[in-house]
């Protein structure tokens, strides 16, 4: 059995061309809900690293407030 040929980038944007051209607001909507898609990992990814840093930074502060020593 022979391996498939790979797609080259060419005809790969051929296809892409020939597509927008079929169909300009499919092809546009594809577009912005994957622009979408990465745009709200990566602002997800930044929030939860942002959180993270600010967490450990007060880690004392936050363990700390939950104590209460009383005589």
Do not use: C
């Not at 997800?44 to 930074?57: A, E, I, K, P, Y």
Request: glycine letters at 8%.
């Amino acid at each position: 059995m022979t391996p498939k040929p790979k797609l080259s980038w060419r005809a790969a944007l051929r296809i892409a061309w020939r597509k927008m051209r079929a169909s300009r607001t499919k092809f546009l909507f594809v577009v912005l809900s994957v622009a979408i898609g990465v745009g709200s990992l990566t602002g997800v990814r930044g929030f939860s690293t942002s959180f993270r840093h600010m967490l450990l930074g007060q880690a004392r502060t936050v363990m700390a407030g939950d104590l209460r020593a009383s005589r």
